[in-house]
């Protein structure tokens, strides 16, 4: 007969009925987490969540996972995470939570697991004062807890290396590549930096950050990917560019980050950068016993390199989108209200003094300017007499809080979106433009 747990009360967060109760993961539950998750996903998952663990990623920690345990047989069927992230909203910094790793035992599904866990972290992200949730996953599942699709993500250009031309024989190589280090951190750093300001919301990556990165990629760790500097012929360095350290699928070289510095020709270096991919395709399939034939540049939408090379990247990849939860909306856009209150002193409403009413129908949102400043954002109840000044059903405003979406393409695509005359589609669309963004 299996051990039965004596788990301690006050470690429980909850109990969950029919032997099954809900608490934070400790040191002792590393190993079983690990076979756990390599059995629902994959054994590259296992090793993802070790880094998580073992700090390689300073993400996360063993005490920010949630495990639902059966105290009847002491094993783990469900469990997540909460990871830690810093974006920003034009120049705002704010903090962020992002469930990760979300995984059930197919025996223990539809039990309401993974919604307990759920809020568990959405509490625990709240408290230490995230002002947002993110996640990507399962197509329409995090709706049920309080998510909309409201950033793009993994926009993509797909190149052959059938295409990429190739160097002039006896010409050198204008640029090459090297492994970095973490002594080049400050550069990596500022590089990240200035690339991100095109960006409405992006992640902030600092220099202890790349550090680790750069550790990590000339780590033996399986999930690692390949950092690499660029640098010119007398070794200056000119960008960065990262990519898996093994083929997806059995043919494609995937980029997740590539940057120049400020003032450097995107076209004469990715040429360099493209003929340095298909080596390393090459060595990777020759490792893997796969054949390479393909790169994909998983970058950012609207990232310099699709127009620099724009006839070597012919296939574009549909994005896929984050999920957004933003738990308090008003003290959300308090916080951004410099970017607001900026956006409207550079158009048609200089000065704007007034309110700005905005219904989500069982709920609302009020904005008061004065003189071009945000003086008051509080919630708001519209009512049948006072139906506010511009209307969206359940969480699409977050599509155009985040520059998603714009005010048209949203009346277009939802008939009950609307503004109430000239005045108010002057102002969400002064203050809301759609506007790209991309987190890392």
């Known amino acids: 007969m299996p051990e039965t747990t004596t788990e301690p009360h006050q470690s429980i967060l909850r109990d969950l009925g029919g032997g099954l109760i809900l608490r934070r993961a400790r040191a ?9 998750f390599s059995r629902i996903f994959s054994p590259r998952a296992g090793s993802e969540i070790r880094a998580v663990i073992d700090g390689a990623w300073q993400v996360g920690k063993i ?3 949630t495990v639902v345990e059966d105290t009847t047989s002491g094993q783990i069927v469900s469990s997540l995470t909460l990871l830690d992230k810093t974006c920003r909203y034009g120049e705002i910094p704010f903090g962020v939570g992002q469930p990760e790793f979300v995984a059930t035992d197919p025996a223990y599904r539809r039990r309401g697991l993974v919604r307990a ?5 959405h509490a625990w ?3 230490r004062g995230d002002k947002m949730q993110i996640i990507d996953g399962i197509r329409n599942y995090y709706r049920q807890f309080g998510y909309e699709y409201a950033l793009e993500m993994n926009a993509g250009r797909v190149g052959f290396k059938s295409y990429v031309p190739k160097l002039q024989d006896g010409a050198s190589e204008p640029y090459r590549l090297r492994p970095a280090t973490s002594d080049d951190a400050p550069f990596l750093a500022a590089t990240y930096a200035a690339a991100q300001r095109h960006y409405l919301v992006s992640s902030i990556m600092d220099e ?18 390949a950092l690499r500097m660029i640098e010119t012929s ?3 360095p000119v960008g960065y560019l990262l990519y898996d350290n093994t083929l997806r699928g059995d043919h494609q070289v995937f980029i997740v980050g590539y940057e120049l510095a400020p003032d450097v020709p995107w076209h004469a270096v990715s040429l360099s950068v493209l003929r340095y991919l ?6 990777m399939a020759g490792h893997e016993n796969k054949a390479f034939g393909t790169f994909h540049f998983s970058v950012g939408p609207q990232h310099p390199v699709h127009e620099a090379i724009d006839d070597l990247l012919p296939r574009h990849l549909a994005p896929y989108t984050w999920y957004i939860r933003i738990p308090n909306l008003a003290d959300f856009v308090q916080h951004i209200a410099p970017v607001l209150e900026r956006r409207l002193a550079e158009s048609v409403l200089v000065g704007h003094t007034g309110e700005l009413k905005l219904s989500f129908y069982r709920s609302g949102l009020r904005l008061v300017f004065e003189q071009g400043t945000l003086r008051t954002v509080e919630p708001w109840q519209p009512t049948v007499e006072d139906g506010g000044m511009a209307s969206f059903p359940d969480l699409t405003f977050l599509r155009l809080l985040l520059g998603y979406r714009s005010l048209e393409e949203l009346e277009y695509a939802f008939a009950d979106c609307t503004h109430e005359d000239d005045l108010a589609r002057a102002l969400v669309r002064a203050l809301f433009p759609k506007h790209i963004s991309f987190i890392f």
Do not use: N, Y
């Open 208 to 225: 202890r950050a790349w550090r680790q990165i750069a550790a990590r990629s000339e780590s033996d760790e399986p999930t690692r990917r």
């Open 28 to 36: 002792q539950d590393i190993e079983p987490l690990l076979a756990f």
């Open 117 to 121: 866990q759920m809020e568990i972290v």
């Open 125 to 127: 992200s709240e408290a």
């Open 234 to 236: 007398s070794s200056a």
């Open 278 to 283: 298909c080596a390393e395709g090459e060595a």
């Open 63 to 65: 005490e920010q996972f």
